[in-house]
């Protein structure tokens, strides 16, 4: 079955996936830590799993993004 048939939240995942695949990249987030630039190295591999994944920091340092 295929998640456009399934869950919505997987079909919206799948979406949000495609247009990440689609969009300029990881190159305009900004940082120098070398712990976050791997952190940023590990998404693409990342966002194709169903892993859930905790971001925890102070409020303020840009989680969200």
């Known amino acids: ?3 456009e048939q399934g869950n919505p939240v997987d079909a919206a995942s ?4 495609q247009k990440l695949r689609q ?3 990881l190159s305009l987030i900004v940082g120098e830590a070398s ?3 791997r952190a940023i190295a ?4 990342i966002a194709q799993s169903d892993a859930t994944v ?7 340092t840009g989680k969200e993004l």
């Open 35 to 37: 712990v976050f630039r």
């Open 14 to 17: 799948e979406r949000l996936i």
């Open 54 to 60: 905790l971001i925890s920091g102070e409020t303020g």
């Open 23 to 25: 969009a300029q990249g």
């Open 42 to 45: 590990q998404i693409p591999t």
């Open 1 to 3: 079955m295929s998640s």
